[in-house]
T-cell receptor, first 112, second 113 residues
Framework: NAGVMQNPRHLVRRRGQEARLRCSPMKGHSHVYWYRQLPEEGLKFMVYLQKENIIDESGMPKERFSAEFPKEGPSILRIQQVVRGDSAAYFC??????????FGPGTRLLVL | DQQVKQNSPSLSVQEGRISILNCDYTNSMFDYFLWYKKYPAEGPTFLISISSIKDKNEDGRFTVFLNKSAKHLSLHIVPSQPGDSAVYFCAAISSGNTGKLIFGQGTTLQVKP
């Protein structure tokens, strides 16, 4: 009974490159959330998706960030032209409905 | 605009004693609260939750208390064990919203043997 899976666990990018973070929700979960944790801070909501739909992207930076949750395959958080300030831990969570969210192990992005 | 606050960055208790972690919130629309535990380099693990229609929820060594009038909740761990040493996050949801979690900054608990 696999939990939420995220890959890669660690990602190093140089400034200006693209970062792609993947999240596979728990079996039977159709709701996916992305959160970001900057150093010494709590988790901040970024985006909430259901299959093929973005429900709430109020926490997403207006530029360079995008997310999708296609009908088949994992959810993808994409960061274009990364900058040093994007260095953080990115966590994905999933839920069956709007109830308890279960988190993946996170992807730690380091921008050099 | 910190809607969920954990004012104690850290807490140290002796093994076997009670750990009390506190959380305050400002948004009266929050109606569901959760506590997560997080070890370094791992994702948050769900511990316990409480609906705003209740004032207490218990699960083994963990009890969460909610005081709606004070907009305050607390997590009690008794007896505390060294394996409980971790960062604890309080989170809140407004069901009228999209279900996104609003997190506090976290409290680092150290349980000394």
């Amino acid at each position: 009974n696999a939990g939420v899976m995220q890959n890669p666990r660690h990602l190093v990018r140089r400034r200006g490159q693209e970062a792609r973070l993947r999240c596979s929700p728990m079996k039977g979960h159709s709701h996916v959330y992305w959160y970001r944790q900057l150093p010494e801070e709590g988790l901040k909501f970024m985006v909430y998706l259901q299959k093929e739909n973005i429900i709430d992207e109020s926490g997403m930076p207006k530029e360079r960030f995008s997310a999708e949750f296609p009908k088949e395959g994992p959810s993808i958080l994409r960061i274009q032209q990364v900058v040093r300030g994007d260095s953080a831990a990115y966590f994905c969570a999933s839920s069956r409905g709007q109830e308890t969210q279960y988190f993946g192990p996170g992807t730690r992005l380091l921008v050099l | 605009d910190q809607q969920v606050k954990q004012n104690s960055p850290s807490l140290s208790v002796q093994e076997g004693r009670i750990s009390i972690l506190n959380c305050d919130y400002t948004n009266s629309m929050f109606d569901y609260f959760l506590w997560y535990k997080k070890y370094p380099a791992e994702g948050p693990t769900f511990l316990i939750s409480i609906s705003s229609i209740k004032d207490k929820n218990e699960d083994g060594r963990f009890t969460v208390f909610l005081n709606k009038s004070a907009k305050h909740l607390s997590l009690h761990i008794v007896p505390s064990q060294p394996g409980d040493s971790a960062v604890y996050f309080c989170a809140a949801i407004s069901s009228g919203n999209t279900g996104k979690l609003i997190f506090g900054q976290g409290t680092t608990l150290q349980v000394k043997p």
